[in-house]
Structures are given as structure tokens and as C-alpha cells.
């Protein structure tokens, strides 16, 4: 390995994680404990001293984290959700106004709209891929924080990561980037002028599955050690087997996410050639909006894939009832296929506002399995 360059992968697998200088465990053990033996008042071993404020299976994940992004700190929470609210509540004070966007995860605009307004912090949802309408935005009053989420989940909308990192910085607001659907191996916003990066690791980081977690990276040392102070002091800390789960999941993202993309290729090109299918949403496509955008920012396109259904809404709950690799069921990200309504699942606490997603909608996780599988599976869900 290189020691001066160290690539993704070895990154993946060797970042903060030494093997044990008491025994060689080559793989990060599992520090169940809660507190640890002081060699005299005030003299924690290592600095921990309790496991709410550090624990090595977590400091390992966060100084993998840190390192995959190019970040000064990486910080490791029990849920996205649970990072976002401890990033909000560090950046925002009540009377703060904050720029969103106008697709989101549905629990991202929850947060907002159900938690921080009523704390006094006011949004404005705006098209992220139109530059100009965010700029107006962060004019129309000061603005703290823009919170970017590209791609979007689920109308895969691509936003211009160092465009809009400009036009926070110009107004004096940080740039956050909710990059789940990327993951860090596809891209990496600390380096195009973010100032956070947020993933739910829940997804590709931990990719099998079986954890919730959420992640934090900062470009910025100080705002890191802010973060931490809050993590600490709110709590919201990622259990050690948590913490174990996702940074195992990191050790294969890179090749995860080869796959995810090779077969969300080919399942996107598969549904714009079916007759029942309006219009598939996926950056990958040369018609996409947003193709250009994310192929100068990331390194391939993802493995979300959405499409809205000629048939309208019956149509699309019918494809999702009727699919058996492509399992039922909300989230993402993991090596195995999932389908979902958007509008009556993940997005049910959008209807009505400006996130509201369209009733023909159907999002697909598209996993690692044998791709003719994956595409049989869906010609005869279509029918
Ligand atoms: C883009 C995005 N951000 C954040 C979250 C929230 O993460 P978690 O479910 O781990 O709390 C999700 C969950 O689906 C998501 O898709």
C-alpha cells in the first residue's frame, strides 16, 4: 500500500483500524463496556472515559469515516436521523432560517418541518438543481445552513455540489450534503466545497441490511469538535455493535458499489424500454437532468432507480405487490433488491407539503443479485 496515497479501498479496510497492540486482533473487536479502569482520579487510559463519549469500536468507524471523506472528524450516531438532529441543533438557533430541498427523504423534511419550525428555525424548499433559485433564497433573509441532498431520494434530482457550495460560502451559510445515496465511494462533497457531509450508514456504509446508524464528517476541525460536544452532550451515539456493523459493511463498499451501479445500469435501461413504464428517473441516464452534474461529481450513478407507471397509482402498487427478488419493504442500500411505493411508504409524511412525491412512483433498491434474476423479476411484476 501506498503510505503516502492510500486508495478507497485500502482506506476501507485499514483506516483506524490497527490491530490490537495488547493481542494483533487484526479486526476491531466489539468494546461492549460502558465505562473503563482510571489509573488515578482523573486520569482516563487513552482519553476514554465513558462509552457515551467515546468508544474505541466507535472512534475506530469515525476515523474510517473521516478518512473515506477527506475530513478532519467523522462522528458516528445511532440513526441518520439522529445525526441530522444533532447537526441541526449545533448549526441552528431559534430564529434561523435554513435552505432545503424540494425532494428529500421524508423524514429529513419531518425533522424540519415538524421538529425545527416549531423550535423557532424556519425553511424554504427550493429546487436544488436550479442554482439561481437557491441563491435567491439565501438572499431573501439570512440564511445559516443550506442542506443539499444529492442524489435525492427518491426523484433522483442531482445538485451542483462546488456551485452551491459557492453560493452558501458567498452569503456567509455552511453547505451541508446528505450524500446517502452516493455513499462515499461514488462521492466525496467535502472536496467540492461542502462543509458536512451526513450519511444514514444505515444504507450502502453498513450494506447488508441488518443496522441503523448515521454519520457525520466535517471538512473543519473546530466545527468537528462543536459536533462532538453535542453528540456527547444530546447523546445520540452509535452502540459499539452498531458501530462493528458498519465499519465491516465499509470493508466492501467499494466493490458493493461496482455491482449496485453495474446492475441499476442495466435495470434502468430495461424499464425505459418497457411499454408500461412513463419515465425512469436515474442520473446514469444520458437523458437525465441531471447526467451532466453528477458525472462530473461522482463516479458512477448509484444504485437507486426510480420510474413513475403509465397505469398511474394502481399501477405502480401493483408492480410493487407483485415482485418476489425485489422484497416489499422501505430502505435502501442494501445487497439485496427492495421495491416501495414512495408516496404511501417512506414519503407518507410528505403528502401534502412541497415534498410531496407522485402517486405513480415506484423506487427500487436495486442489490447485488444475478441481474437476469433481478430483470425477469421485474418484466413479469409489469406484466
Ligand atoms: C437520504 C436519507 N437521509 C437520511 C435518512 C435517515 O436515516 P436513518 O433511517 O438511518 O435514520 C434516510 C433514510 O432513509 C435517507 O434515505
Known amino acids: 500500500m501506498s503510505e503516502q496515497h492510500p486508495g478507497f479501498e485500502t482506506l476501507a479496510i485499514h483506516a483506524g483500524q490497527d490491530a490490537d497492540p495488547n493481542n494483533g486482533a487484526v479486526i476491531t473487536p466489539i468494546y461492549a463496556t460502558s465505562t473503563y479502569l482510571q489509573d488515578g482520579v482523573g486520569s482516563p487510559r487513552q482519553g476514554y472515559e465513558y462509552s457515551r463519549t467515546r468508544n474505541p469500536t466507535r ?29 441541526l441543533r449545533t448549526l441552528c438557533k431559534p430564529g434561523d432560517h435554513v435552505v432545503i430541498p424540494d425532494d428529500a427523504y421524508g423524514g429529513t423534511y419531518r425533522l424540519f418541518s415538524k421538529v425545527a419550525e416549531p423550535w423557532g428555525v424556519a425553511h424554504t424548499a427550493v429546487h436544488l438543481p436550479n442554482v439561481d433559485a437557491v441563491r435567491a ?43 446517502t445515496f452516493a455513499s462515499p465511494y461514488l462521492q466525496q462533497p467535502l472536496t467540492l466545497g461542502a462543509d458536512v457531509v451526513v450519511h444514514s450508514t444505515t444504507k450502502y456504509c ?13 471538512a473543519d476541525a473546530g466545527l468537528g469538535e462543536r459536533l462532538a460536544f453535542h453528540q456527547n452532550a444530546m447523546g445520540a451515539v452509535a452502540g459499539p455493535f452498531d458501530a462493528w456493523l458498519v465499519l465491516r459493511g465499509l470493508k466492501t463498499l467499494a466493490v458493493r458499489m461496482e455491482r449496485h451501479c453495474d446492475n441499476a445500469e442495466r435495470v434502468a435501461a430495461f424499464l425505459q424500454a418497457h411499454p408500461k413504464v412513463g419515465q425512469v428517473l436515474y442520473p446514469g441516464l444520458s437523458d437525465h437532468p441531471g447526467h451532466e452534474v453528477a458525472t462530473k461529481q461522482m463516479r458512477r450513478y448509484g444504485g437507486i ?13 401493483e408492480v410493487c405487490e407483485r415482485t418476489r427478488v425485489f422484497a416489499l419493504a422501505e430502505s435502501l442500500g442494501g445487497i439485496e433488491s427492495l421495491i416501495e411505493h414512495p408516496g404511501r411508504m417512506t414519503h407518507a409524511s410528505a ?19 444475478t441481474i437476469d434474476d433481478l430483470l425477469d423479476d421485474l418484466g413479469r411484476a409489469l406484466g
Open 59 to 87: 472512534s475506530a468507524l469515525e476515523e474510517c469515516l473521516a478518512a473515506l471523506e477527506h475530513g478532519a472528524r467523522g462522528l458516528a450516531f445511532a440513526s441518520g436521523m439522529a445525526a441530522e438532529d444533532t447537526l
Open 137 to 179: 433564497a439565501v438572499r431573501s433573509r439570512p440564511t445559516a445552513v443550506v442542506w443539499v441532498e444529492t442524489p435525492t431520494n427518491p426523484l433522483l434530482a442531482v445538485a451542483d455540489i462546488p456551485a452551491l457550495a459557492e453560493v452558501a460560502h458567498e452569503s456567509g451559510a455552511l453547505l451541508v450534503v446528505d450524500s
Open 206 to 218: 453498513g450494506g447488508h441490511s441488518d443496522v441503523v446508524g448515521g454519520a457525520l464528517v466535517t
Open 305 to 317: 432507480v426510480s420510474f413513475r407507471l403509465r397505469g398511474g397509482a394502481a399501477a405502480a402498487i
Open 351 to 369: 403528502a401534502g407539503s412541497p415534498l410531496e412525491v407522485p402517486d405513480d412512483l415506484v423506487r427500487l433498491s436495486v442489490g447485488i443479485e
